[in-house]
Every structure is written in structure tokens, then in C-alpha cells.
């Protein structure tokens, strides 16, 4: 170091400093501007995209609450369709039920309708056959009894005397 101070020339301090100056002068002329504003370009770029980003981050955040509540919305109708459909069954059931008394009810009264009307034919069939059969048992048993003229007079004035009395 010593060694430059003793070669100092006053001249070439000059030149070198004056070219130096110029140099700056160029560079902040044609270079420095330049470089600037494309670093002001990429900080401001750098800005828009980080901007950009927190505004997607939010739009992310905001699309999720929506899912959610979407999502919370399409259960609860879910929910009450369940319901809905759990109620409707059960008044179909009770309604099946309801009608199946109600026609079972009716196919009892019918067949009881029946059963009588059966019942009252198989009676009035029975007192027909009973008659018939009375009648018919009568018949033989007064050909058997009126056979002989004595028995005939002989009922003829039991009659009389019953119908006398009535």
C-alpha cells in the first residue's frame, strides 16, 4: 500500500475519475432508468400476484364456507324428504289398514247376510221337507185308520166335538 501511495499521479487520478464520472453518467442515463423501472416493473408485478394470491386464498375460503352451507342445506332437505317419505309410508300403512277393516268388516256382514239367508232357506227348506213328510206320515197313517166305517164315524165325531169346543 505504501507502494501506490509513492506512484500517485495527480493526472491519471484525474483521467480515471473523470471516466468513472462519465461511466455513471452513461450508465444512469441509458442503464440505470432502464433497470429501474423493470425492477419497480417486477416488485409491482410481484405485488399484483401476491395480491392475486390472498384474493384466491380468500375466494378458496369463501367457496368452502358456501360448500358448507350448501352442503348443510342439501342435508337438512334431505332430512325433511326422509321425513316426508317416512310419513307418507306410515299413512299408506294406516290407511291400508284402515281399509282392510272396513272390507273385512264388510265381507264379515256379508258372509253373516249370507249365513241368514242360507239359514232361512235351510229352515223353511226343513219345515217343507217336515210338512211334506208330516203330511205324507198323516196321509198313511188315516188311510190306515179310515180303512174300516166304524173308525171313520168314530173320528168324524171326535172332530165334530173338538171343533164345538174351539
Same mark, same amino acid.
Given at each position: ?45 410481484? %405485488? +399484483?400476484?401476491?395480491? *392475486?394470491?390472498?384474493?384466491? /386464498?380468500? !375466494?378458496?375460503?369463501?367457496? $368452502?364456507?358456501?360448500?358448507? #352451507? ?18 307418507? %309410508? +306410515?299413512?299408506?300403512? *294406516?290407511?291400508?289398514?284402515? /281399509?282392510? !277393516?272396513?272390507?273385512?268388516? $264388510?265381507?264379515?256382514?256379508? #258372509? ?19 210338512? +211334506? ?34
Amino acid at each position: 500500500m505504501e507502494n501506490l501511495l509513492e506512484k500517485f499521479e495527480v493526472g491519471l487520478f484525474f483521467w480515471q475519475s473523470l471516466i468513472f464520472l462519465l461511466l455513471l453518467f452513461l450508465l444512469r442515463k441509458f442503464a440505470w432508468k432502464p433497470i429501474l423501472t423493470s425492477v419497480i416493473n417486477r416488485e409491482e408485478s410481484i %405485488k +399484483e400476484g401476491l395480491a *392475486a394470491a390472498e384474493e384466491a /386464498k380468500e !375466494q378458496m375460503r369463501q367457496l $368452502k364456507e358456501d360448500n358448507k #352451507a350448501l352442503l348443510a342445506e342439501a342435508r337438512k332437505e334431505r332430512d325433511t324428504i326422509v321425513k316426508e317419505a317416512r310419513e307418507a %309410508k +306410515e299413512n299408506m300403512i *294406516a290407511e291400508a289398514k284402515i /281399509k282392510a !277393516q272396513e272390507e273385512g268388516a $264388510k265381507m264379515i256382514d256379508s #258372509a253373516k247376510e249370507v249365513i241368514r239367508a242360507e239359514r232361512t232357506a235351510a229352515v223353511n227348506d226343513l219345515r217343507n221337507q217336515v210338512a +211334506e213328510l208330516s203330511i205324507s206320515i198323516a196321509e198313511k197313517v188315516i188311510k190306515s185308520e179310515i180303512s174300516s166305517d166304524a173308525k171313520q164315524n168314530e173320528l168324524i165325531s171326535s172332530a165334530l166335538k173338538d171343533a164345538n169346543l174351539n
